[in-house]
Nanobody, 114 residues
Framework: QVHLVESGGGLVQPGGSLTLSCTAS????????MTWYRRAPGKERDRVAR????????YFLDSVKGRFTISRDNANNTVYLHMYNLKPEDTAVYYC???????WGQGTEVTVSS
């Protein structure tokens, strides 16, 4: 069975940093593009960034370019989202998934507030 488990969220002050992790199981992780998404309160889920097995990256939100970095560790079936200079508008539940999409995990909540 495919499982995706996100972790690393929390409450952080504006300007702070967090690193989110997503550990996958049940499929050949290194062969799949992995994507981070987020759903802000009252909004639709947005794609944030994706990374291929060969570590080619794409950032989908202009607002995170230069502040977020996506990376992966194929040996440990984990994809990361390193978030810097966090802003209140980054508050959301963050999810990861592969392409093609499978069952969503629980996500990890990030709250940026003073």
């Amino acid at each position: 069975q495919v499982h995706l488990v996100e972790s690393g969220g929390g409450l952080v002050q504006p300007g702070g940093s967090l690193t989110l992790s997503c550990t996958a199981s049940g499929f050949a992780f290194k062969n799949y593009i992995m994507t981070w998404y987020r759903r802000a309160p009252g909004k639709e889920r947005d794609r944030v960034a994706r990374i291929s097995g060969a570590e080619e990256v794409t950032y989908f939100l202009d607002s995170v370019k230069g502040r977020f970095t996506i990376s992966r560790d194929n040996a440990n079936n984990t994809v990361y989202l390193h978030m810097y200079n966090l802003k209140p508008e980054d508050t959301a539940v963050y999810y990861c998934n592969r392409i093609p999409i499978v069952l969503w995990g629980q996500g990890t909540e990030v709250t940026v507030s003073s």
